[in-house]
């Protein structure tokens, strides 16, 4: 019996995801479209620890060529449910906006598998995110277009679910395990049956 239990054990250690631990966070916001430009307004925390509050703040300021205002949004990553928060600091315009994080480290082989929308919207206008990610890299990104105005960042925050799973081993579905499970019972029933 304690056989049975070990196997058990051993197929439910595979759905646990791992915990983020480190990446490199950075933001771009820019006016490509209306004002030409020498490029964006950066913001960037390389091989920042992830877990301890917000990974991105305005301490990370790292360019800003053209002068623009505003252009603020924190990004805090929660290592236990992989949720990104961005949270917008000011009300300027502009027509682009981009949110990274790259070199994504995890405390065991994962590997990202896509990245949801949960709520909010940074922009006034109410204009789609663009999501994209890797196996270790995620982005949203907010594009007004050609001819368009300008969005305003609305003071407000945007939260997105990255998936990820074992890049080793793959995740036994709940079905498989029960059924494993059942064939190891009968085994182990038949064992003592004939002894």
Known sequence: MNKFLCVIALLFTGVANATIISGDFRT???LPYCCGSFGPLVYENLNATVGAGDELTGANFVSNPDNWNGGLVFIDLD???????????DDFDFETF???IS?????AGEVITGLSWISGNLTDL???EILSFTGNSVSVSYDVGSGN?????NLTQAQFQIETQSDSVAVPAPASILLVSLGLLVLVGRKRFNA
Do not use: R
């Open 79 to 89: 290592p236990t449910t992989n949720i990104i928060t961005l949270n917008s600091q």
């Open 149 to 153: 105005d300008a969005f305003n960042f």
């Open 28 to 30: 771009e916001s820019d």
């Open 103 to 107: 070199n994504i480290i995890f405390d």
């Open 98 to 100: 981009t949110a990274s």
């Open 126 to 128: 109410g204009i789609p």
